[in-house]
């Protein structure tokens, strides 16, 4: 519809119609067009990656606190404890995978990297560079790793990005910005957050060491593909859940996440004819 806007102008001549402005605002002869912003465009992708990443991530770190489980013991009560919550689940793996080991490791810079070391790689891979690291950087600590060279760490084992987290690792223990002891002062909350404020420390490693290190009972590595592949068979899922999904999954089984991934992990060995999940000593 063409639409007059009323005054004229000061040749007489009344202003052009909407109609008549769109006419003339054409492109100059041989100007290219701007290009859309299709489905292939560089923002679209940039912006669907990211979508990706925030539907991977696992929810908003939540722990419940309860007793440590520190020792063979406190592992016996957590475990009655669980299958009296949820017998289907507890004491069927249980049954299938056996009794979960404690594996409870050195809550300090020793343990931790341990946890780095042991990242993607087999129990056998991971106890056969530990003992490497030990030997070739005793006393371990975090003044022989900065003091160590790349061919140094390379003879032990460790690759690039391994090298740079233990590094890292090492560089915020002497300079105070990671103070290990005291974590286990902290809520799980905290001591999470002052773990992965370290470069090459994730939220796996994290959970990790407040599982197995510092004893929490609800630390729960949802990241762990064997955890995903294990809830997969247990729970007879069409789909290996992703951090995410196992997260929301893992909430029937608070505040005893922990020994809910024990369990699981132990079936897990069972179901895939002793293959594991990550490497832990106690196996």
């Not at 041989?30 to 940039?46: I, L, N, Y």
Request: proline share 7%; charged share 30%.
């Amino acid at each position: 519809m063409t639409v007059s806007l009323g005054k004229k102008s000061a040749g007489g001549k009344g202003r052009l119609s909407a109609r008549g402005r769109s006419k003339r605002k054409t492109s100059p002869k041989g100007a290219r067009p701007p290009k859309a912003r299709g489905k292939g465009s560089p923002v679209r992708e940039k912006r669907r990656k990211a979508a990706r990443r925030r539907r991977k991530q696992p929810n908003a770190i939540a722990y419940h606190p309860g007793p440590l489980i520190d020792g063979e013991a406190a592992l016996d009560r957590a475990i009655d404890q669980l299958i009296a919550r949820d017998p289907d689940f507890a004491a069927r793996l249980i049954e299938i995978g056996g009794r979960p080991p404690l594996r409870r490791r050195e809550p300090g810079f020793s343990g931790l990297v341990w946890i780095i070391v042991s990242q993607q790689v087999s129990t056998a891979s991971a106890n056969a560079i530990f003992k490497r690291v030990e030997s070739g950087l005793s006393p371990l600590s975090a003044k022989s790793v900065l003091a160590a060279d790349d061919p140094a760490l390379r003879a032990c084992g460790l690759s690039s990005p391994k090298m740079r987290a233990l590094r890292a690792l090492a560089q915020a223990v002497e300079r105070d910005a990671l103070d290990l002891a005291g974590l286990a002062a902290l809520t799980a909350e905290d001591a999470h957050r002052a773990l992965v404020a370290v470069k090459g420390i994730g939220p796996w490693t994290a959970d990790i060491f407040l599982l197995f290190c510092l004893g929490h009972p609800d630390a729960f590595p949802a990241g762990d593909l064997a955890l995903q592949e294990a809830a997969r068979l247990a729970l007879g899922l069409k789909r290996r859940p992703d951090a995410r999904a196992l997260e929301r999954i893992a909430e029937r089984w608070r505040p005893l996440r922990g020994v809910a991934a024990r369990i699981l992990w132990a079936y897990y060995r069972f179901a895939r004819k002793g293959r594991e999940g990550m490497a832990l000593v106690g196996a």
